[in-house]
C-alpha cells in the first residue's frame, strides 16, 4: 500500500515538512503494509537536502513532488540537486506527470536524463500527452542513454482509457516503455482504488501484464516481500 503524505507542501517552512514527514513514518510502523513516502520542497535548499537525507536514514524509499502544487518549475537547479541526492541515498523520486504545467513530459525527461543514477516515478503517464513517451525506445538507442530509472503510473489516466477510442495507443505505449516499468497506484483521494481497479481491469491486457502492474513491478521497484 503506498502512503503519499504531505506532498503538497510549500516552500519556506521546513519544521512543517519534517513534522508530517514523521507523522507519515509513524503511521508505517504502526502498519508494516504501508510504504511510507515522504516529501520536501526543493526551493528550501540545503534544508531540503538535510530533511531527505533524515527520513532516509529512517527509512523512506520514495520522495513525492509535484511541480504544479508545490509550485516550483521542474528546471530549476535545486530540482535536480535534490533528486541526485535522492539517487545518491537510494530514494525513488515519484512526480507528478498528468501534464498540467506546460512542457511537463519534457521537462521530466530532461531531469530523468541528468539524474541517471536516481530512480523516477512519473505518475499518470503524461495524462492525455502520453503519446510524448513513446519517445524512449528511440531515445534508447543513443549512446549513454538507458532511461532504465523510469517508471510510470497509470493512475486516473486509466480511467479515461479504458474502452475508449485510444485505448489501444495508450496500451502501445506502455508496451514501447516497458510493462516492467509501469504501476499501479490510485490516486486517492481524488479518485478510489475501487474505481482504478474497476478501470484497469477493463484494459485489454493479458493476465501477466496485470499482475506485473498489479504488484510484481512495484514489490521489486520497493523491494517488498510477497504477502
Given at each position: ?11 519556506g ?8 514527514n514523521d ?18 520542497h526543493p ?27 508545490q509550485?516550483?518549475?521542474v528546471a530549476?537547479?535545486?530540482?535536480l540537486?535534490?533528486?541526485?541526492k ?21 521537462n ?5 536524463l541528468?539524474?541517471?543514477?536516481t530512480?523516477f516515478?512519473?505518475a ?21 542513454i538507458d ?10 489516466t486509466l480511467?479515461l482509457?479504458a ?11 506502455l508496451?514501447?516503455v ?20 474497476e478501470?484497469f481491469?477493463?484494459l485489454?491486457l493479458?493476465d501477466?501484464e496485470?499482475?506485473?502492474?498489479r ?11 510477497s504477502?
Amino acid at each position: 500500500m503506498w502512503f503519499g503524505g504531505p506532498h503538497q507542501a510549500l516552500a519556506g517552512d521546513p519544521a512543517d515538512i519534517r513534522s508530517r514527514n514523521d507523522g507519515v513514518i509513524a503511521l508505517a510502523a504502526r502498519h508494516p503494509e504501508v510504504v511510507p513516502i515522504g516529501t520536501v520542497h526543493p526551493y528550501d535548499g540545503q534544508a531540503a537536502l538535510d530533511e531527505l537525507e533524515r527520513i532516509a536514514a529512517r527509512g523512506v524509499k520514495v520522495l513525492k513532488l509535484h511541480a504544479h502544487t508545490q509550485r516550483f518549475d521542474v528546471a530549476d537547479p535545486r530540482v535536480l540537486a535534490l533528486v541526485r541526492k535522492a539517487g545518491e541515498l537510494g530514494v525513488a523520486v515519484l512526480m507528478d506527470n498528468a501534464n498540467i504545467v506546460a512542457g511537463d513530459s519534457e521537462n521530466l525527461f530532461n531531469l530523468a536524463l541528468r539524474a541517471q543514477d536516481t530512480t523516477f516515478i512519473f505518475a499518470h503517464t503524461g495524462g492525455l500527452n502520453f503519446r510524448f513517451w513513446n519517445i524512449l525506445p528511440l531515445a534508447r538507442t543513443a549512446d549513454g542513454i538507458d532511461m532504465g530509472n523510469v517508471y510510470f503510473d497509470i493512475s486516473a489516466t486509466l480511467l479515461l482509457m479504458a474502452d475508449s477510442p485510444i485505448e489501444d495507443e495508450f496500451l502501445w505505449t506502455l508496451r514501447n516503455v516497458g510493462i516492467d516499468h509501469v504501476i499501479l497506484g490510485s490516486d486517492h483521494p481524488q479518485i478510489s482504488l475501487a474505481m482504478t481497479l474497476e478501470a484497469f481491469d477493463r484494459l485489454d491486457l493479458s493476465d501477466e501484464e496485470k499482475a506485473a502492474i498489479r504488484f510484481g513491478n512495484a514489490r521489486r521497484l520497493f523491494g517488498l516481500d510477497s504477502p
